[in-house]
T-cell receptor, first 111, second 114 residues
Framework: EAGVAQSPRYKIIEKRQSVAFWCNPI?????LYWYQQILGQGPKLLIQ????????DSQLPKDRFSAERLKGVDSTLKIQPAKLEDSAVYLC?????????FGPGTRLTVL | KQEVTQIPAALSVPEGENLVLNCSFT??????LQWFRQDPGKGLTSLLL?????REQTSGRLNASLDKSSGRSTLYIAASQPGDSATYLC?????????????FGQGTILTVHP
């Protein structure tokens, strides 16, 4: 079966610009997660969706980050405006029972 | 708040060695613990998942143990190979209202040289 797809794979922007990331989970997986992984650290959960509803967004910086999952399938994560400290890899995962399956991530560099 | 720590931060070994990676967590009330592998430029691949009621899981040359009471897990890799070179991450799921929300350690960077 196809894995979790993410695009773009790499993005370079200047601070204060906006950026959006896209994720297509594994077919049939109801749960979708967005993680932020800063260099040298483990991933940190930003937001968790169950179908198209938000389960937890307690660690999402809502003043600049937003996420949506329309129709309970694809999801987008947006940052506006970006800061230097947002430079990281953004990982999307879809969940089935106990397991999470991760996409390849989008590496964001903010200059 | 759950905190997960991995030791060592980096490890370099010659091919063929057996090695142990360590993971500790502060809150023993976990639902499960997972070990992941991350290759450069790629996402995470799940290696082993241990439910809170289990003591260990094995897959090929990998064995993971869990001691909930002491807040520790170890990943044992037998007869290491250069292809094992990657970052290894452990993550805990607290379950309950936090089901599915993984808290990760910072990872151990493993290099196996020929």
């Amino acid at each position: 079966e196809a894995g979790v797809a993410q695009s773009p794979r790499y993005k370079i922007i200047e601070k204060r610009q906006s950026v959006a990331f896209w994720c297509n989970p594994i077919s049939g997986h109801a749960t979708l997660y967005w993680y932020q992984q800063i260099l040298g650290q483990g991933p940190k959960l930003l937001i968790q969706f169950q179908n198209n509803g938000v389960v937890d967004d307690s660690q999402l910086p809502k003043d600049r980050f937003s996420a949506e999952r329309l129709k309970g399938v694809d999801s987008t994560l947006k940052i506006q405006p970006a800061k230097l400290e947002d430079s990281a890899v953004y990982l999307c995962a879809s969940g089935y029972y106990n397991e999470q399956f991760f996409g390849p991530g989008t590496r964001l560099t903010v200059l | 708040k759950q905190e997960v720590t991995q030791i060592p931060a980096a490890l370099s070994v010659p091919e063929g060695e057996n090695l142990v990676l360590n993971c500790s967590f502060t809150d023993s009330a976990i639902y499960n613990l997972q070990w992941f592998r991350q290759d450069p430029g790629k996402g995470l691949t799940s290696l082993l998942l241990i439910q809170s009621s289990q003591r260990e899981q094995t897959s090929g040359r990998l064995n993971a143990s869990l001691d909930k009471s002491s807040g520790r897990s170890t990943l044992y890799i037998a007869a290491s190979q250069p292809g094992d070179s990657a970052t290894y991450l452990c993550a805990v799921d607290a379950g309950g209202t936090s089901y599915g929300k993984l808290t990760f350690g910072q990872g151990t960077i493993l290099t196996v040289h020929p």
